[in-house]
């Protein structure tokens, strides 16, 4: 058995080794006290008379703070480091626009502005709300309008969903003696309830059309008077038959489109989400043609082929494009995003994202060399006329 000292010196040497092994899962609270708190007194106060200088550590990397935005809209404050960024974190940086173009580091901050990803938040929001922003609507109609209280609670008020209620509009609307609307209904019905890109695509448009339309007053005005939307809506069903091979409805689906709307799209063409489809008579779009996302047509537009070869023989309409009233695009040619066609054009050849063609033929401002381009989207601003002043110097 070992002397009391020889203990005395073995338990302080043991205390010791305990308080600076790295393997001690102490609190957080108690990393920056001195190793003494794990000694009796007799062992503490011996170290009290000498301090033991604790080792150092090395320094903890570079920490930056972000502003983490969940999909709710609340700021989270989150702590990344950077010094070595994931793939996560690289995206996550990115997503943000930063008004300083200097990077991270430990001393510097950025400012991050979570606007544009407020502002998504928001239209999200706004589109998935928008049966319920119908129904609303419906309902508020029909009490300062007690008329329509039969037809909109048909439409509207009685329908379970929003595929439900576009299913009874359109088949009430293309029915005929020999088309009964209880069939059309069953055949929409199933197309919609299958295809839920299709309901998402006629979120977009409702949203699209309430933002650029001033005569839209309310979406449930747009969703069961707008021909212009319902016409896009029930080619989304017919191009979505045309591509299952169901040729035979889709073709007619088309004929009736064609009688109720005064617009001819063919089922084969291809069209985005976020059209609008202003006003909307005489639109004609043939077999192979495509129109991109966030378009805007106006009236008497014409895309259209050139002759009577088959295949690809039909325009490309690129993203938020704008195209005015009475115009004719012809031909497999090209408008490149982000375009503006001016009323009356007739366009024969491929026009540059983001200018403008005006005249018959039609012709780009500047010059097919140099020719001025825009940084705005006319499919979403809907500027007709600033162009007018740089095309012509008689200007009435």
């Not at 393997?23 to 001195?34: F, K």
């Not at 909109?152 to 009685?158: K, L, N, R, W």
């Not at 299709?198 to 977009?204: M, N």
């Not at 969703?223 to 017919?238: E, N, P, S, T, V």
């Amino acid at each position: 058995m070992l002397p009391v000292t020889s203990r005395r010196h073995f338990s302080m040497s043991l205390y010791m080794l305990r308080s600076s092994s790295p393997h001690i899962n102490l609190h957080h609270h108690h990393r920056h006290s001195s190793s003494s708190f794990l000694l009796p007194s007799f062992v503490s106060s011996t170290f009290k008379q000498r301090p033991q200088t604790p080792p150092r550590r090395p320094p903890p990397p570079p920490m930056a703070a972000c502003i983490d935005t969940c999909r709710t809209g609340k700021p989270q404050i989150s702590r990344r480091d950077t010094s070595n960024p994931t793939n996560d974190d690289v995206r996550y940086m990115n997503y943000f626009r930063s008004s300083s173009a200097s990077s991270f580091n430990g001393t510097q901050t950025r400012t991050l502005h979570t606007r544009p990803l407020l502002e998504d938040l928001d239209r999200d929001a706004e589109i998935d709300d928008v049966w319920a922003k119908i129904r609303d609507e419906a309902k508020s109609d029909i009490e300062r309008e007690p008329i329509v209280s039969g037809y909109y609670h048909a439409s509207i008020v009685s329908q379970r969903s929003l595929e439900a209620a576009l299913a009874n509009t359109l088949s009430v609307k293309l029915s005929n003696l020999n088309l009964p609307s209880n069939t059309l209904f069953d055949l929409f019905s199933s197309v919609l309830n299958e295809s839920p890109e299709i309901v998402e695509s006629v979120k977009q448009d409702l949203l699209a059309v309430k933002e650029r339309d001033p005569a839209c007053i309310s979406y449930v005005h747009c969703f069961l008077h707008f021909k212009g939307f319902l016409a896009c809506q029930a080619h989304r069903i017919a191009h979505e038959l045309w591509t299952q091979d169901r040729k035979i409805l889709a073709l007619l689906i088309q004929n009736r489109v064609s009688e109720a709307f005064a617009v001819d799209f063919h089922p084969g063409a291809k069209i985005g989400t976020g059209v609008l489809l202003d006003h909307a008579t005489a639109i004609v779009i043939g077999e192979t043609a495509v129109v991109g996302n966030n378009v805007s047509i106006l009236h008497n537009v014409t895309l259209g082929g050139t002759g009577k070869q088959c295949g690809d023989r039909h325009p490309k309409i690129g993203d938020g494009v704008l195209i005015g009233a009475g115009t004719c695009i012809l031909g497999n040619i090209t408008i490149g995003e982000g375009a503006k066609i001016g009323a009356g054009s007739v366009v024969l050849k491929d026009v540059p994202p983001r200018t403008t063609a005006v005249g018959n033929p039609a012709r780009l401002l500047g010059g097919k060399d140099n020719p001025k381009t825009h940084d705005k989207i006319p499919g979403l601003i809907m500027d007709q006329t600033s162009h007018i002043s740089e095309w012509s110097d008689y200007v009435i």
